[in-house]
């Protein structure tokens, strides 16, 4: 059974389909990925480094907005 789905080819996270304890390997869509961290099940987890100021991408859609630009 898989541990996660890769909803869109252009997200840069998945979604748990079961909690996923830290240290585990996670393999979807020919991605692989260790978990850092204990994910729950219907949470994300970065198939890629993710930048600040980058957006998540989930559904082919960005989840969040960029920071602002800092003060001049």
């Known amino acids: 059974m898989p541990q996660a789905i890769h909803i869109s080819p252009i997200d840069n996270v998945v979604v748990a389909l079961h909690p996923i304890a830290k240290g585990t390997l996670v393999?979807?869509?020919g991605l692989a990925v260790t978990a850092l961290e204990d994910i729950p099940q219907g949470h994300k987890m970065a198939v890629k480094p993710i930048k600040n100021g980058e957006?998540?991408?989930?559904y082919g859609f960005p989840l969040r907005p960029p920071p602002p630009p800092p003060p001049s």
């Open 27 to 29: 393999e979807v869509d």
């Open 55 to 58: 957006n998540v991408i989930k």
